[in-house]
């Protein structure tokens, strides 16, 4: 799989930033410390990590509150449509938000 630093929000760019094991995202997201580790630092920048073929693509962002007492944060997964819905049914919940990924994607970039 890759890795990318995910400006979409930020400045609407996107960095290839190489390839990633999926035991090395693991470790990423392993605790609120690793996360924020791997957070870049600018306002709105998320980590991006997609598989080689363009099945799924995850991103997420923590980061201090603004009185710098809690941890922040959130994550999405955009899949096609055959994983996205396997990925609901085996989710059972209702406080998942779904929408087509174009939409997502053209109202989150700046």
Not at 8 to 17: M, N, T
Not at 60 to 74: A, K, N
């Amino acid at each position: 799989m890759k890795r990318c630093d995910d400006w979409l929000e930020h400045d609407g760019l996107h960095f290839d930033r190489g390839a990633m094991t999926f035991e090395e995202l693991f470790f990423a997201i392993g605790s609120p410390r690793e996360l924020l580790t791997a957070t870049p630092d600018d306002d709105h920048a998320c980590v991006g990590v997609a598989d080689e073929r363009g099945r799924w693509y995850l991103r997420f962002r923590l980061e201090w509150d603004d009185d710098g007492q809690g941890l922040m944060g959130f994550f999405d997964v955009t899949l096609l449509p055959e994983l996205a819905d396997q990925f609901h049914r085996g989710l059972n919940t209702q406080s998942l938000i779904t929408e087509p990924s174009a939409a997502y994607f053209d109202r989150i970039r700046v």
